[in-house]
């Protein structure tokens, strides 16, 4: 049965080594009859979490700020696999990634 996944690419140049890495994952993902998409993290305008906690009460719109990450939301209730890709920066994974608003967890799949 084919899933459908989701890669959030938490590094900052779109053809660095941790691309690499994805486009791989992407392309075997595919040829085994998923469905995958790819956001990059570093080149979309995503604030970070105000921590206010007034989102996560409407599934279409968890969060209180609009940003790129309404473009994110559709996909990742739909998906069956969430992939978190980045960089290891001091051994642990970048800002971009670290800014996934809060609210997201509120609404997983």
Excluded at 23 to 46: D, P, S
Aim: proline share 6%; charged share 25%.
């Amino acid at each position: 049965m084919a899933k459908k996944i989701i890669i959030l690419n938490g590094s900052p140049r779109k053809n660095g080594n941790t691309s690499a890495l994805t486009a791989e994952f992407k392309r075997g993902a595919e040829e085994a009859g998923n469905t995958v998409t790819e956001f990059h993290l570093g080149h979309m305008k995503i604030n970070g979490c105000l921590g206010c906690w007034r989102g996560g009460k409407d599934p279409e719109r968890p969060c209180v700020q609009r940003d790129d990450m309404e473009r994110v939301y559709p996909l990742y209730r739909e998906a069956d696999v969430v992939v978190l890709a980045s960089p290891l920066y001091y051994w642990f994974i970048s800002g971009f990634l670290k800014k996934i608003p809060t609210c997201t967890v509120l609404v997983s799949p």
